[in-house]
């Protein structure tokens, strides 16, 4: 089963308003969490990394007062798209990092698609 | 993290092993080899991950050459819900850097 979860999968919203997606990890701790922005035919880009109790750390070119991350406990990142546009329509990803014996694998949540009208 | 090179796209019939190659030449001796699959509109869904030996598990066999500059995914009977595009990443495994930088991956169809 699946051992990270996002909401909502899908939301569709109008230009300027606000939208928050919802990353837990489901059954282990996760103080790093990271979000994708994957646009059609394309790659998964990297935007930034969600730190529990720390500020985010944003990748070169995402503008941190445009996608808000919160990180307020272990198993819960949230990333705000706020004053979304069109240009921000987008399949949203997080995932969370789950140690096993010595090495770690990175679960992947189911992804959120948001357009924007 | 090294770099890695992947066809862009491959076919095989349903019931055959479909074997996906990658290279990753600059890998070096702390870095892991690992798979990733991500059907479409869906997350990427881990596959294995493998430093120097060969592993196995119930979705896949990972072949690493001797000298760790390739590796081989096999799906040993593909089905149709094995289409998807597949990403081939080398990382450090090590601490706490967990960042995924994903290239362009194989896009595997599966024919009936």
């Known amino acids: 089963g699946a051992v990270v979860s996002q909401h909502p999968s899908w939301v569709i919203c109008k230009s300027g308003t606000s939208v928050k997606i919802e990353c837990r990890s489901l059954d282990f701790q996760a103080t790093t969490m990271f979000w994708y922005r994957q646009f059609p035919k394309q790659s998964l880009m990297l935007m930034a990394t969600s730190n529990e109790g720390s500020k985010a750390t944003y990748e070169q070119g995402v503008e941190k007062d445009k996608f808000l991350i919160n990180h307020a406990s272990l198993t819960l990142s949230t990333l705000t798209v706020t004053s979304a546009h069109p240009e921000d329509s987008s399949f949203y990803i997080c995932?969370?990092?789950?140690?096993?014996?010595?090495?770690?694998?990175?679960?992947f949540g189911e992804g959120s698609r948001l357009t924007v009208l | 993290d090294a770099k890695t090179t992947q066809p862009t796209s491959m076919d095989c019939a349903e019931g055959r092993a479909a074997n996906l190659p990658c290279n990753h030449s600059t890998i070096s001796g702390n870095e892991y080899v690992y798979w990733y699959r991500q059907i479409h509109s869906q997350g990427p869904q881990y596959i294995i991950h493998g430093l120097k030996n060969n592993e196995t598990n119930e979705m896949a066999s990972l072949i690493i050459t001797e000298d760790r500059k390739s590796s081989t995914l096999i799906l040993p009977h593909a089905t149709l819900r094995d289409t998807a595009v597949y990403y081939c990443?080398?990382?450090?495994?090590?601490?706490?850097?967990?960042?995924?930088?994903f290239g362009k991956g194989t896009l595997l169809t599966v024919n009936p």
């Open positions: 995932s969370a990092p789950r140690w096993t014996e010595n090495t770690g694998e990175l679960f």
């Open positions: 990443i080398v990382k450090n495994s090590g601490g706490s850097n967990y960042k995924l930088t």
